[in-house]
């Protein structure tokens, strides 16, 4: 059975202080890991996609990297914009189905 | 605005009642999705729709049935609702590939009490 971990469960930080939310996966034959921002009161929303080990994606002070068994989400000078709860997901098999993590809630203060 | 357009965004039921919960997108996508998303739970596959036609048992579909009445929509129905129902739905779609994962609704918030 597919599993997703994501750490820490909620995160607080300062303006401007850069960290790394963890997503770690136990898998059998990954095709794809997804990230996602959720909004208080809305849908998931699409970050990245990362297909295989040693694969980086960047998008503003967002960037996700992947090894063989965990993929990080590395943000750097975060504002208060950017508090949200961050969702990881794995496509595995033959089918179309993602498997979410629990997801990671941060804050960030001003 | 292209998206998944998930109706009613509120529902408060009493125990027993039954709905629908509508979804539609408009993205020609193949495949659709129903969560429930709970506090600590996380977003959990309640059934999916490989194409239309075709629906199958995600990991929590006691309770509920489904309809993909076109390729457009795929709809989820309680037929006697019960307080452990009571969550936040999401309905999603996908081309069906790896790429850009799943689209989601704004989500349906129900209280069944």
């Known amino acids: 059975e597919d599993q997703v971990t994501q750490s820490p469960e909620a995160l607080r930080l300062q303006e401007g202080e850069s960290s790394s939310l963890n997503c770690s996966y136990t898998v059998s034959g990954l095709r794809g890991l997804f990230w996602y921002r959720q909004d208080p009161g809305k849908g998931p929303e699409f970050l990245f996609t990362l297909y295989s080990a040693g694969e980086e994606k960047e998008k503003e002070r967002l960037k996700a990297t992947l090894t063989k068994k965990e993929s990080f989400l590395h943000i750097t000078a975060p504002k208060p914009e950017d508090s949200a709860t961050y969702l990881c997901a794995v496509l595995t098999g033959a089918n179309s189905k993602l498997t979410f993590g629990k997801g990671i809630t941060l804050s960030v203060r001003p | 605005n292209a998206g998944v357009t998930q109706t009613p965004k509120f529902q408060v039921l009493k125990t027993g009642q039954s709905m629908t919960l509508q979804c539609a997108q408009d993205m020609n996508h193949n495949s659709m999705y129903w969560y429930r998303q709970d506090p600590g739970m996380g977003l959990r596959l309640i059934y999916y729709?490989?194409?239309?036609?075709?629906?199958d048992k995600g990991e929590v579909p006691n309770g509920y049935n489904v309809s993909r009445l076109n390729k457009r929509e795929f709809s989820l129905r309680l037929e006697s609702a019960a307080p452990s129902q009571t969550s936040v739905y999401f309905c999603?779609?996908?081309?069906?590939?790896?790429?850009?994962?799943?689209?989601f609704g704004s989500g349906t918030r129900l209280t069944v009490v």
């Open positions: 729709s490989a194409s239309e036609g075709t629906t």
């Open positions: 999603a779609s996908s081309e069906g590939v790896p790429g850009k994962g799943y689209t």
